[in-house]
């Protein structure tokens, strides 16, 4: 099999396609010929030794993918050699060939494409937890989704689609606007040129949010909650503020770290808010929710509710290429990798 090699922190070029034999399934695992896997921040954060989750270097990163099953380890039930799945994988995504648990594997709708079944798992299952099992998004509501023209961003701009009238602030650069739009957003707000906590009041009033799903992090936070309504609801899922230009600066851990809030229980009592925090990498031992989950966003799809946007395919050949991509913001929705 081959798989993209981070050979040790650095710039996209340490990256390397390296042959290695093919693993077996073990009992209960499924071996998945991959057809296309996914691209997210947390990997690109991987390469640059910004993600505390990675594996120690050298290493194969990677949370999703999308193929055909080929074998199956002892007691595996519910697939079958042949089948076209997307799986969820601790690491070891970015590869032409995976073993997985059977739990981690969804059968994919005959109408999705492989790209989109890469494109699915990590964004949809995040914004989908935030907006339905931290939160339970009810009609009338309003959130604001940051980095909406990113791959989480759309999904949680798509989902919100799905209960009515929900009415969505998006942060995004101008040119994304558009896109945005067309995945849902009612608002889209350049966050580059307007302060979107002025533009929020401007429209609704003070404190006026339900929801408000933040991976920017540090002030933002602050920012985020005091938008929130009584009841109100601040999910942070990262930090990406932490990480401006591939790298982490002391000043800016000690900035963002003076920026964070500090609230009390008994401040958010007193307040009638909440903050949550959602982390879909350390989920891994809550393999009910996380499978509960994901058929929901399967049958959606069927439904034709939601659909993964995916922006570019590069091969694994190019996968410099494809993380200075999206290291560059230059995305709207998934990049994707394809053996
Ligand atoms: N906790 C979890 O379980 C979980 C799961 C998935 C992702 N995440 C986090 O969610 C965030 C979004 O992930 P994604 O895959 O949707 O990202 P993505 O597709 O790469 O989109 C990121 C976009 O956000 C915008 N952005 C705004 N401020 C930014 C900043 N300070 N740094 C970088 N980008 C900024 C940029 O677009 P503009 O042109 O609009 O500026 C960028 O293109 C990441 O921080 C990621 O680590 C967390």
Redesign the pocket.
């Known amino acids: 099999m081959q798989a993209i090699w981070i050979t040790k922190h650095g710039a996209p070029k340490v990256l390397e396609v390296r042959e290695s034999p093919d693993p077996d399934p073990a009992a209960g695992e499924v071996r998945i010929r991959v057809r296309a896997a996914g691209l ?3 990997e ?2 991987a390469r640059q030794g910004l993600y505390p989750d990675a594996p120690k270097t050298p290493c194969v990163v990677g949370y999703e993918v999308a193929g055909e099953v080929d074998a199956l380890g002892e007691g595996v039930s519910d697939v079958k050699v042949g089948d076209r799945v997307a799986a969820m994988t601790r690491f070891g995504g970015h590869a032409s060939v995976v073993v997985v648990p059977e739990a981690r594997v969804f059968a994919m709708p005959e109408s999705m494409s492989f790209e989109e079944g890469a494109a699915l798992p ?2 949809y299952l ?1 914004a989908y ?1 935030m907006l339905f099992e931290i939160k339970r998004v009810r009609p009338g509501e309003k959130v604001l989704v ?10 949680a701009l798509q989902l919100c689609r799905t209960v009515d009238d929900v009415t969505t602030y998006g ?3 101008a ?2 606007h558009e896109y945005a739009r067309g995945h849902g957003c009612d608002h889209p707000i350049d ?2 040129s307007e302060d979107y906590a002025e533009v929020i009041r401007r429209d609704l009033g003070d404190k006026q949010l339900d929801l408000v799903l933040d ?2 992090g540090g002030r933002d936070w602050k920012k985020g909650y005091e938008l929130l309504r009584s009841t109100g609801t601040l999910v942070a ?5 932490m ?2 230009g591939g790298k982490r600066s002391l000043l800016r851990v000690v900035s963002q770290m003076a920026g964070l809030p500090r609230y009390t229980p008994m401040k958010m009592m007193q307040d009638n808010r909440s903050i949550a925090g ?5 989920l891994w031992h809550e393999g009910a929710m996380v499978r509960r989950e994901g058929l929901a966003l399967m049958k959606l799809y069927e439904e034709g509710k939601i659909k993964p946007h995916v922006d570019r395919v590069f091969s694994f050949a190019e996968a410099a290429a494809a993380h200075e991509y ?1 290291e560059s ?7 994707v990798l394809t053996p």
């Open positions: 997210n921040f947390a690109v954060m990590v964004n995040t937890h940051h980095m909406a023209a990113g791959g989480v961003g759309t999904a942060t995004c650069s040119k994304k966050y580059r991976a920017l899922f990262g930090w990406a503020n990480n401006v959602v982390n879909m990498g350390h999206l913001g230059k995305n709207v929705g998934k990049v």
